[in-house]
């Protein structure tokens, strides 16, 4: 009995690694995100060939601090908004929402003291594209 659900705790396991193996795989076209210590990247979300949304780190970011310093804006005001989520732990939330194309700063604090979060981009409403990936290095 004790094997089978070591058997089945381990086969959970692959496929959780599994899946987060493919979430950041799927972020890969448009990284928003520390890709490790001192090297970040920006995010667009798409929408029919256009930019509608955009994220980027901000100074002081991808140093390894925990803290991840970053900037969003909606490129299109077409009163939809672009909105960046984390998903850390046990917090999981919406951290900054823009509806201009002035970029609005904001700022992300490590909740597991690992400097690594997944993080989703989008633009209202639901049926515009969403983009998640992983960060980490911040």
Do not use: H
């Not at 823009?98 to 909740?111: E, H, N, V």
Request: glycine share 12%; hydrophobic share 35%.
């Amino acid at each position: 009995m004790r094997s089978a659900m070591k058997r089945a705790a381990t086969g959970a396991l692959a496929v959780l690694a599994g899946a987060l193996t493919a979430v950041v795989v799927a972020g890969a076209p448009a990284d928003a995100r520390c890709l490790g210590q001192g090297n970040g990247s920006t995010m667009q979300v798409r929408y029919n060939g256009v930019t509608i949304a955009e994220e980027r780190q901000a100074s002081g970011t991808c140093d390894g601090d925990g803290i991840y310093n970053g900037q969003v804006r909606d490129t299109r005001e077409d009163g939809y908004a672009a909105q960046v989520a984390y998903v850390d732990g046990s917090f999981q939330g919406t951290v900054a929402v823009a509806t201009t194309s002035a970029w609005k700063s904001y700022r992300f604090y490590d909740q597991t003291g690992n400097t690594s979060a997944g993080i989703i981009f989008w633009a209202r409403p639901e049926t515009r594209p969403e983009i998640p990936a992983s960060t980490y290095g911040y």
